[in-house]
C-alpha cells in the first residue's frame, strides 16, 4: 500500500482555463477611476492647505501613493462584491461581473497594490501617513465592504468616513500629524456622503432591493430617507463654511460656499418635497448631480485661495 | 504530442492580452525603479556630495 493512494485524474492535455481574460483596461476600470480622480483632487487641496513644505517630487509621490491606495481599496471592493454587482445594472459592465477579471485576479491586484502603496508612502513620504493609508484601505474594505454594507442601512454614514480620509492623509504627508484643520475637512466630506449617496438610493432603490442591500431607502422607506437626507444638508451646509470662520480659508470661500450651500439646501428641500412620480425622481436626480458639483466646488475654491495666497 | 503541447493552453486571445498586461507590468516597474532613485536624489539633495572620501 502506497501512502500517495489518490491520483490526479484530470487530462491536463483537455484543460481549459478561464482566467487571464482581463485587459490592461478592465485592470484600471478595478481601480474605479472616477472615485479615484475625487480621492486625487481632494488629498491635494489637503497638501496644499497645511502649513509646512514638501519638495514637488515627493508631493507628487504622495499623491501617486493615496490614489493607488484609493484604487486598491476599489479593487478589494468589486472582489468581495462581485455577486451582487451582477444583479445591479449600475454594477453590472464591472469587470468581474462581466467575465474578464476572475474574483483570485481581482484580489492579487488589490492586494498588491495596497501593500505596494502604503510602503511606498511609508518609505519615500512619512510613515504616519503611509498607517493612515492602510487604515483607509482596512476601513474601506473590512468595515465598509465586508461588514456594514450588507447589515445596516447606516452603511454609508459610517463607511462614508473611508472616504472622507483623503484629505487628512494629503495634509499628514505633509505635517506628519492631523490638525483641527484637516478634521473639518474631513467633516465635511463625511456629512456630505450621506445626501449624496441616498439621493442616489432613491433612484436606484430597486437595483438595491434586489440585490438586497440594505440601502436607507429599501430599509427605512423613502419618506424617512428624505427627512435624513434634509436633516443632513442642514448640518452640511454650515459646516461646509466652518473654514472660513475657523480661519484657514479666506472671505471668497465663506461667501461662495455660502451661496453653493443655499443651492444645495434648495435641492435638499425639492427632494423633500417631491415626494411622487417624475418631479421626485428629477429632484433627486438633481441632488445627485449637483452634490457631486458642490463638493468639487468647496476644494477647488479652497484650493485656489491657498494658490493666490502662495503668490 | 510533445511535453511543450500538454497543460493549460491560452487562447490566442489570452496570449494576446497576456503581452499587454506583462508589458504594463514591465513599465510600472521601471516607473518604480526611476522613481526611486529620484526621490532619493531629492531627499539627500546637496548632501550626496558631502561626504568624507
Not at chain 1, 504616519?128 to 493609508?133: C, E, K, Q, R, S
Amino acid at each position: 500500500m502506497s501512502l500517495v493512494e489518490r491520483q490526479d485524474t484530470i487530462n491536463t492535455d483537455s484543460l481549459v482555463w478561464d482566467g487571464g481574460q482581463g485587459s490592461v483596461g478592465d485592470y484600471i476600470a478595478l481601480l474605479k477611476p472616477r472615485v479615484m480622480s475625487l480621492v486625487i483632487f481632494t488629498a491635494f487641496v489637503g497638501m496644499m492647505l497645511a502649513p509646512g513644505q514638501l519638495h514637488p517630487v515627493i508631493g507628487g509621490v504622495a499623491l501617486l501613493c493615496i490614489a493607488i491606495g484609493a484604487g486598491a481599496s476599489g479593487a478589494l471592493n468589486m472582489w468581495y462584491d462581485a455577486d451582487i454587482d451582477q444583479i445591479m445594472s449600475r454594477t453590472a459592465k464591472r469587470p468581474i461581473p462581466a467575465g474578464k477579471v476572475s474574483r483570485d485576479e481581482a484580489f492579487a491586484f488589490g492586494i498588491t497594490l495596497s501593500i505596494g502603496s502604503v510602503a511606498t508612502l511609508g518609505l519615500l513620504v512619512n510613515w504616519f501617513a503611509g498607517a493612515f493609508l492602510a487604515f483607509t484601505i482596512f476601513f474601506y474594505v473590512i468595515v465598509y465592504t465586508m461588514w456594514l454594507k450588507r447589515s445596516t442601512p447606516q452603511n454609508i454614514v459610517i463607511g462614508g468616513a473611508a472616504g472622507a480620509f483623503p484629505p487628512m492623509i494629503g495634509w499628514a504627508s505633509v505635517t506628519g500629524g492631523v490638525s483641527l484643520e484637516s478634521f473639518v475637512l474631513f467633516l465635511i466630506i463625511f456629512i456630505w456622503t450621506p445626501p449624496h449617496f441616498w439621493a442616489l438610493a432613491l433612484f436606484k432603490n430597486a437595483d438595491y432591493k434586489a440585490a438586497g442591500v440594505p440601502m436607507m431607502p429599501v430599509v427605512a422607506g423613502e419618506n424617512s430617507t428624505r427627512n435624513q437626507i434634509l436633516g443632513y444638508s442642514l448640518v452640511l451646509v454650515p459646516l461646509a463654511v466652518s473654514p472660513y470662520f475657523i480661519g484657514f480659508a479666506g472671505i471668497v470661500y465663506g461667501v461662495a460656499s455660502a451661496g453653493l450651500g443655499a443651492a444645495f439646501l434648495g435641492l435638499a428641500v425639492n427632494v423633500w418635497r417631491l415626494r411622487e412620480g417624475e418631479p421626485a425622481r428629477k429632484a433627486t436626480t438633481r441632488l445627485f448631480a449637483y452634490s457631486i458639483f458642490y463638493l468639487f466646488m468647496l476644494f477647488a475654491i479652497l484650493l485656489a485661495e491657498s494658490l493666490v495666497a502662495g503668490l | 504530442m510533445t511535453s511543450e503541447e500538454k497543460g493549460i493552453r491560452l487562447t490566442e486571445g489570452q496570449v494576446k492580452r497576456r503581452r499587454s498586461r506583462s508589458l504594463a507590468i514591465a513599465l510600472t516597474l521601471g516607473a518604480l525603479v526611476i522613481l526611486f532613485y529620484v526621490v532619493t536624489i531629492v531627499k539627500m539633495g546637496p548632501e550626496i556630495l558631502n561626504r568624507a572620501l
